[in-house]
């Protein structure tokens, strides 16, 4: 069979796996009691190892197989989680993710695993560091072996019992001369399926399966039939010699299990075991009641997972392909209500006034449609943040609030690794050790908080902790030092300017380089690769209290609303998301204070730039006008007012790109498609204040 | 190894010039284009050609060619080399022919005082025609317009 048409599905869906692995491992670890998470974490376990399996991965099988036996153990109660398992398992999920990164990039999935597997098998056996849960574990080990029954399927077939089912064990034999034993084998079970439920067999279904057994095989079975009808159905199938059925009662089910107990005390020497082992048996009634409720929490999490919105995985191709469709269709209504206004027919102006409300709301649905929860970034962070709190030594509590903040893919795809960047800065440098925070009168844990939220036309996301906070001192000394500014220049800057030239290449803190951060790289990177993306970064810090930076994003990148503006003959679009206001002013309002032209804005003197001049725009005589109309942009808390020759209105742009030829083009953003199926350039604000 | 392919032809200042076929996207009429500003000099601007903007050059004055005003034989032949597509001004397009590989040969240092590595080699055609065949790869080599940029500052 081919698999590379299922390996795109299977990629996609171990890294949901993995990923749920990942959380819901946290999350035990906040509350190692709670069996019910151990199910989940179990099942995601399961089917990543049948998928890999299938896919034939046999490394990413097999260790999934392995974390899986451990987890068997722990569901079952016969393990309890502790540091080590934690970290065990947690190393093993970064194998596994590696390969499956590895599968990504074209590779087999092989990897080096054998010293995790190693330790994961020495949890299964109990022979590491904790002493009582060995023994515990080589016992209940033992009694598996013993009678092919565990005490959860022995807890399953009591409750039937009570419940006023049958339990029955069935002995099957099949004829000597049998040529496909599997085949019939498979009918005996497909029959039991039917007729109720089958809790075990020995030898196990898969070995049956593979005709590892000799001429009979055992099954333990819940049925909702009789005696007498089991045998017919049983025997019913051909070439089957004989089944020997006894129906199972509370007592000769607790025989079963205590006289493998009885075995396997036999077998272990150990007093401390059998010891366990007598406890075992004799909580056994105990632990039938105690283990009850174990699948009841399991149902709601079905239930749950079934009531989730229904999703169908699309390629993002198609839908960028769509959003181009509908990029065109934009153009074309734009210049339908030119027409329409020209031609001034009113069932014209009606019906094309109708397509624009009808394409408003289109346009929302394919935005929405490329919208991504912040939460497929955000989740990977709280498993970083406890491994790098764990280097560092340090306390750390992540609080995330707004993962499901919606933005689009595009933006997504950009935002973690300035994220991480920064969540790295605020553990290293912001969160002191637990010892200088309980000098400083804190509480021994520091705290990050990790939030996004909608405001406006925009996404915002925080990361503040309540660390030392920026120490402005430092960061002027150091920032005189690295030549980032000159010491007259430091002496006139203003707190808020301050925090700002941590962002300036070339500068760090640290007083020593750390892996973590420290390199010297990292704000100035995180700042870049933001604006890139449209967006803006900004910091707050109080000393001693804490460090707040905040991200500023657009909700998406395709369509904007935008400014168009006249500059002569040439028309140029201005994004309305930098824009305060427009307006206009006499020429004697203009000053000149250093040769710099400015203006009184609103009690303030703003620069005036002239659009005409940054872009060469020669068919535009601006000392020809006796009033300048103006547009007032803003980058972060600086102001600008722009000369143009003339405004046109505001109007819904698709970006476009200017093509891989023109790239880096000074104060030009990129360009769309005007209604007259000109090509208008976007004018990039935030380069023009400088 | 001979092998016969399909080339567009295109006048330029009073020579004839050869494209190959499958590089060639769609050939147009002169449109509006928008200027961009702080390009070079050759870069004429962007068009919208059915949706997708490209840049145009004129391929005059990427050749160092006296520029001259559009007339009505003037064409943009959109061309698609590795991930870029651009929009080549050329003073007329108006032939597709077969031709040899064989009958290709290497440019000589100078012809039409282009510089010799924009050419792939000069096609003889019937008895007298020369056709120049362009090396699209270098003719938007960007790492040369990188250079000039930095010449001109």
Redo the contacts between chains.
Sequence with gaps: MDMNAYLSMFIDESKDHLQALNENLLKLEGAPEDIGIVQVIFRSAHTLKGMSATMGFEDLASLTHEMENVLDLVRNNKLKMDHFIFDTLFKGLDALESMVQDIIGGGTGKAEVTPIVASLQAIVKGDYTNKAAASEAAAFGSSIEGAGLDDFQSSIMLQSIDAGLSVYHVVVTVREDCILKAARAYMVFDFLERSGEIVTSAPSVQEIEQEKFDRSFTVFTIAGISEEELRQGIESVSEIEAAVITKLDRESLLQLGGSAAQGASVASASPLAAQAEVNAAQSQTAAASALAPAPVPAAPAQAAGGSVTRTIRVDIKRLDALMNLFSELLIDRVRLEQLAAEIRRNDLTETVEHMTRVSGDLQNIVLKLRMVPIESVFNRFPRMVRDLAKTLDKKVELIISGADTELDRTVIDEIGDPLVHLLRNSLDHGIEPSASRVAAGKPETGTVHLRAFHSGNHVFIEVEEDGSGINREKVKQIAIKNGVVTADEAKRLTDSEINMLIFEPGFSTADKISDISGRGVGLDVVKSKIASIGGNVSVESKEGKGTKFSIQLPLTLSIISAMLVKLGTEKYAIPLSSIVETGIIPREQIRKIHGNRMIDYRGSLIPLISLSQVLEANSFLEEEEQETEIVVIRKGDKTGALTVDEFIGQSEIVLKSLGAYLTNIEAISGATILGDGQVALIVDPNALIK | MAEEIKVIVFGLAHEEYGIEVDKVRTIERMM?I??????LAF?K????LR?????VIDLRGRFGLPESDATDSSRIIIVAVN????GFIVDSANDVIDINTDSIELPPEVVGGIKAKYLRGVAKIGGSRLLIMLNLSEV?N?NEIIQLEEQEV
């Design positions: 509006p928008t200027r961009v500003p702080k390009t870069i601007g962007v068009i919208n949706g997708v903007v490209l840049p991930d870029l597509e651009v938007l960007k």
